[in-house]
């Protein structure tokens, strides 16, 4: 069967990406005023993401007692899953769910990544890195400060065109749509390499805000230095 998706003219605003926004000052987001593009409905193959956790797992696996940052990690899930190995587990999460997470002590909730003092093993993001609009400050601080031994972020959609913030309709929130290279220089540029590059079939791919497909992707990052 083709899983290619299939554009739909009929509805030219019901995609997933609606809106764009001039980013060039993040504290001062600005309505880009223009049509929304034809043909740039969205309609999502079928499948699933059942890797991410395996890929999770093969990566703590080779640790002892790791030191983790999960960005976007809601009340902890992810570490629940593989709890076989002990950690010391940063989440970052909205101050409204870090009040709400008081009622799990296996973990140490925070709303600001920047209150992390200390280095790391394994930074993880699960779709959730894209979702903070100061993402280049984070990235910066991950690389000079968290310096973690690995770098795994789960579940972007890429671009071919330059990074864009955009509204993420179906969720009511603006997004990063990064290009591929942009986002991967971002880490390389410090002591970083890519180890790989995941995808998930069957492949999921959107249409983007330009018409352009958005593959959703991981990225693996290993420390050089």
Request: charged share 20%; hydrophobic share 35%; net charge negative.
């Amino acid at each position: 069967m083709d899983k290619t998706p299939k554009q739909d003219t009929s509805q030219p605003h019901s995609g997933i990406f609606g809106k764009i926004y001039d980013h060039s000052n993040i504290d001062n987001l600005k309505l880009i005023n223009k049509p929304y593009p034809v043909n740039s409905c969205v309609e999502l193959t079928i499948g699933h993401s059942q890797s991410h956790i395996e890929q999770y797992l093969e990566l703590i696996k080779n640790y002892t007692n790791p030191i983790i940052v999960d960005f976007g990690g809601g009340c902890g899930i992810n570490h629940l899953i593989v709890k076989e190995y002990p950690s010391k587990y940063y989440i970052v999460e909205t101050k409204e769910l870090c009040k709400e997470a008081l009622k799990y002590p296996l973990f140490i909730f925070t709303s600001d990544i920047f209150s992390i003092q200390e280095p790391i093993d394994i930074f993880y993001s699960n779709s959730g890195i894209q979702y903070a609009l100061d993402i280049c400050s984070i990235i910066d601080y991950i690389n000079t400060k968290l310096i973690p031994k690995h770098i795994l972020i789960q579940r972007i959609f890429f671009t071919d065109k330059e990074s864009y913030i955009t509204q993420q309709e179906n969720i009511n929130t603006l997004v990063w749509v990064f290009n591929l290279l942009d986002f991967t220089n971002k880490f390389t540029n410090y002591t970083y390499k890519v180890l790989s590059e995941y995808d998930f079939p069957p492949y999921n791919k959107i249409y983007g805000y330009y018409g352009e497909i958005c593959v959703q992707l991981s990225v693996l990052f290993t420390r050089i230095s």
